[in-house]
């Protein structure tokens, strides 16, 4: 079975600190994406990755930035977290090619307070 | 901007009965997913359709992508309760492309 893990599936930090979270995905894809996800707002891209070590802005890239040293691990980083920023948080990745298909981890839930 | 508009935003039915969602865009897309998400967790796919006209079937569930590939509809025969979600369709325009995520339909199944 393809997997894609969340480091952490609950997480509260307190506005300014900085945030971790690391996903991981054994099915060796080149695709790796972060989401996140609001009432109303539906899922927003925040950023992605085509390949280790390279990295795309997506929809919402402020306050957030990422890392794509080897290229099962995908990590987003708040480098100082407000309030704003308290969402459930989605990584993807995809296999290269056109079917667009997504594989999601379980999704970790930030509340910054 | 690619939109995907879902319809309707939420459905409360009773268990057994039929129901269909609509995905509509004024955009082209190369193939379209469905996901359905459980609350608290993440969305998982359910099917790909990539052909225009084409139907694809998932036990109960049926998928339909349309003639012109910009429309799509999950047609859902005699709901269980455990067919309650989120179930969210997804453009994609091929290659590099970024995917594009519907609305959203809530669907609640009462037992």
């Known amino acids: 079975d393809v997997k894609v893990t969340q480091s952490s599936r609950y997480l509260v930090k307190r506005t300014g600190e900085k945030v971790f979270l690391e996903c991981v995905q054994d099915?060796?894809?080149?695709?790796m994406f972060w989401y996140r996800q609001d009432p109303g707002l539906g899922l927003r891209l925040i950023y992605f990755?085509?390949?280790?070590?390279?990295?795309e802005k997506g929809d919402i890239p402020e306050g957030y930035s990422v890392s794509r040293e080897k290229k099962e691990r995908f990590s987003l980083i708040l480098e100082s977290a407000s309030t704003n920023q308290t969402s459930m948080y989605l990584c993807?990745?995809?296999?290269?090619?056109?079917?667009?298909?997504?594989?999601f981890g379980e999704g970790s839930r930030l509340t910054v307070l | 901007t690619q939109l995907l508009e879902q319809s309707p935003q939420f459905l409360s039915i009773q268990e057994g009965e039929n129901l269909t969602v609509y995905c509509n865009s004024s955009s082209v897309f190369s193939s379209l997913q469905w996901y359905r998400q459980e609350p608290g967790e993440g969305p998982v796919l359910l099917v790909t359709v990539v052909t225009g006209g084409e139907v694809k079937k998932l036990k109960r569930l049926t998928f339909q992508f349309g003639d012109a590939r910009k429309d799509s509809s999950l047609h859902i025969t005699a709901a269980q309760p455990g067919d309650t979600g989120l179930y969210l369709c997804?453009?994609?325009?091929?290659?590099?492309?970024?995917?594009?995520f519907g609305t959203g339909t809530k669907l609640q199944v009462i037992p």
């Open positions: 993807a990745s995809s296999l290269e090619g056109d079917t667009g298909e997504l594989f």
């Open positions: 990755s085509y390949d280790v070590k390279m990295k």
């Open positions: 099915m060796d894809h080149e695709n």
């Open positions: 997804a453009g994609h325009s091929g290659g590099y492309q970024k995917v594009t």
